[in-house]
Each structure stands twice: as C-alpha cells, then as structure tokens.
C-alpha cells in the first residue's frame, strides 16, 4: 500500500501543468543481490552507476520530471514525459540496466484533460435534466 501512496504523491507532485506530452509512471522490480564483493564492484561501475547517470541526464533533459527508490529498496519509480509509446520504449531500452530490472510502464492522464473531461459529463448530464 505504501508504494500506491508514493505514487500518488509523486503524481500530484508532478502533473501541474504539463500538456505538450504524455506522463508515463515507470516502475521496476527489484535488482539482483549479489554475493561476492567483486560481483558488487563490477555491477556497480559496469551497470548501476552508469544506469544513474542516464537517469540523471533524462532528469536534467525533463525527460524524468520526477522519480526516487524507496528508502532501502532497489526499485525505481519515474514519472518521465514522453511524445509517445514508442519513444518511451526506447528511452528506456537505452538504459543500461534495461536488461536486469522488469519494467511496468503505465501512460497517465493529465489533471487538466481529466478534470475538462468531468466537466463535460456534467454538462451533458445537465443539459439532459
């Protein structure tokens, strides 16, 4: 349940205003453990820490309008902005650490174009009274 909260913390945090594209929430499943010190440093300089600095760079870019790992966890949570599903695709399959997480990609609807819709359903409604 805490990871629904985080969710929507990080939308309401993240969705005022944007319009020009779409909002995907991308999350992933947990990363691997390791077991040797010499495994952790070769995931660590070979896929890690390079998948945070792409990360960083679609961050500064806007391409990632917001994102974290819960406190002790090895998951992500991105909020990224995409033209479409194709672009997202492959912005992500350009991430280093693309092959060892599983990803959940989810497209979101803006508070604006959602709220406009409520609107609408309600005039229609009324109107019908």
């Known amino acids: 349940m805490r990871i629904r909260q985080l969710s929507c913390l990080l939308l309401s945090l993240c969705l005022s205003g944007t319009a020009a594209a779409d909002l995907y929430l991308v999350t992933t499943s947990e990363g691997p453990g390791f077991a040797a010190p010499e ?23 806007k391409k990632i309008v917001a994102g974290g790992l819960p406190v002790g966890s090895r998951t992500l949570y991105l909020i990224v902005e995409a ?8 912005m992500l399959r350009d991430i280093p650490a693309w092959g060892v997480f599983s990803w959940q990609v989810t497209p979101l609807q803006s508070l604006e174009g959602r709220a406009e819709m409520e609107r609408q359903i309600l005039k229609s409604l009324k109107s019908k009274n």
Do not use: N, Q, W, Y
Request: aromatic content about 4%.
């Open 39 to 61: 495994e952790v440093i070769e995931v660590l300089e070979k896929g890690i820490l390079p998948t945070f600095d792409m990360l960083l760079e679609l961050k500064a870019k």
């Open 83 to 90: 033209g479409s599903h194709d672009e997202i695709d492959r």
